[in-house]
């Protein structure tokens, strides 16, 4: 890590231990994978990346199932198990064993079989077909399962998948490859996509997180063309209907009040249309209202709404509670906005350590630096504050008090006002980043190209 200033490394002395070293290579090429060329300029026309930027996304949330691994060694049962702690499999109730195929005929003599099986084997392929069979005979109808085997043998594929088996896996495999299995079990490939949630959080009040919630939201809604709901959780100060210029009556408090009521006809009612692909979930911002959150309602009211949009963006306020982290650890992506100060840099590492604990079949969290360049304000700089964190920031946006006062004052967002502001082109840029989409460039046309095509002789290939 290299060092800060004396005066800042002084002062993180005394306030944050050392700082351990984060991995997040992946996101660094992310965040430069996007910034205009001088000559260039971008066409909002979203081009859908094949290659997704990691594999974690092809795994979808999994229902509320039973699972049963009975594996053959303590690497593999490590595996399953680190699987069974992540985000995606929350709802699922998984048990693991040593054992293999003959332990799980035993176990299944006497109790009724789970929704999935998982095993793992070492034997032949004639003793796998054998041992099979004889489980088979103990199964409940519709169990699935789920072979983890040594073979790369394409004959003995083929007799699992006579005899009903949903996959065969080769060894050594990775939580995210059983994660994906699973998932491609219970999840229809014709159904609709479940909509991705994208959390805002600030690493300290003040940070800039909901309006750079609210220019991303717009920004994907816009230049993708894509459905997006913007939920505000800071019910009693939420700032999302200002900055839009609306005044809802109803909005997310009522939603969260009785979640278990809300369903696409309800949430249709509930939800604010303040563009044709932005949609706002608003917070009441009145004090009269004490509505306690949990997470088990804030998980069910995004559910839904997930269910009906392709991108769901979370505001969440400048709290720590049981239901605003669980909000964090269910999203699929986090952006954590900050201001280059002393304070921010501890919030945001002590916010990364988390998620870096808790999410760790996930990418880092994007960073965002936020008010950057403000006149006399000792910042602690780019390079510095990015250093400490092991994060390249995936937008910088320079301190603009008009302009986004004005913005403000008007209810309108940055790209809106003024499309050519270097705050715009970072909220565009970060929009297609977290979305994992790739911006086409076209270049600029000079000002004569119009007159210059009619005339014949340059057109004619002479």
Not at 155 to 160: A, G, I, K, M, N
Not at 197 to 212: E, R, T
Not at 367 to 379: A, D, I, R, S, T
Not at 422 to 433: G, I
Request: proline share 6%; charged share 25%; aromatic share 6%.
């Amino acid at each position: 890590m290299a060092k800060l200033s004396e005066q800042t490394a002084e002062q993180l002395d005394d306030l944050q231990p050392a700082f351990e070293e984060n991995e997040a290579d992946e996101a660094n090429a992310l965040s430069t994978e996007f910034q205009p060329q001088a000559d260039q300029v971008e066409e909002s026309v979203p081009v859908d990346d094949e290659k997704l930027a990691g594999a974690t996304h092809n795994a979808r949330p999994i229902p509320r199932i039973s699972i049963q691994a009975f594996c053959e060694d303590q690497r593999t049962a490590d595996v399953v198990q680190t699987a069974s702690a992540d985000r995606r499999l929350i709802k699922a109730h998984m048990t693991v064993q040593i054992g293999g195929i003959e332990a799980a005929f035993a176990h299944f003599q006497e109790s009724p079989t789970p929704n999935l099986i998982i095993i793992e084997t070492v034997l032949s392929r004639n003793e796998v077909l054998e041992q099979l069979d004889q489980l088979a005979g103990v199964c409940d109808p519709g169990t699935k399962v789920i072979i983890i085997g040594q073979m790369n043998d394409v004959l003995l594929y083929r007799e699992l998948l006579a005899r009903g088996v949903s996959e065969y896996l080769i060894n050594p495999i990775e939580p995210i490859q059983l994660m994906e299995s699973i998932s491609n079990l219970y999840n229809d490939p014709d159904a609709d996509p479940v909509g991705h949630i994208i959390a805002f959080i600030g690493a300290k009040g003040g940070s800039g997180s909901s309006v750079v919630c609210h220019n991303v939201s717009w920004a994907i809604s816009e230049n993708l063309k894509s459905d997006v709901v913007i939920s505000d959780f800071d019910l009693p100060f939420g700032t999302a209907g200002l900055d839009f210029d609306v005044d809802p009556i109803q909005g997310i408090a009522d939603a969260l009040s009785a979640p278990d009521r809300l369903d696409e006809v309800l949430l249709d009612r509930l939800l604010k249309e303040c563009t044709e692909h932005l949609s706002l979930f608003a917070a009441p911002a009145s004090l009269d209202r004490n509505i306690e959150l949990s997470s088990q309602g804030c998980e069910t009211v995004l559910d839904v709404i997930r269910q009906n949009v392709p991108y769901v963006t979370a505001d969440l306020p400048h709290i720590w509670a049981d239901w605003s982290r669980d909000i964090l650890l269910m999203a699929d992506e986090i952006v954590i906005t900050a201001t280059p100060d002393l304070a921010n840099l501890r919030n945001a590492k002590n916010i990364i350590d988390f998620l870096k604990e808790r999410r760790s079949n996930d990418k880092p969290p994007y960073l965002v630096l936020n008010k950057v360049g403000m006149p006399k304000f000792p910042e602690i700089p780019v390079k510095e504050f990015s250093e400490a964190l092991q994060i390249e920031p995936s937008a910088i946006i320079e301190f603009d008090s008009q302009t986004f006062g004005i913005c403000s004052n008007n209810g309108n967002m940055i790209e809106e006002m003024a499309p050519n502001a270097n705050a715009a082109t970072q909220f565009r840029d970060l929009a297609f980043l977290i979305t994992h989409r790739v911006q086409q460039k076209v270049e600029q046309e000079s000002m004569l190209t119009p007159l210059l095509k009619k005339i014949p002789f340059l057109n004619s290939g002479a």
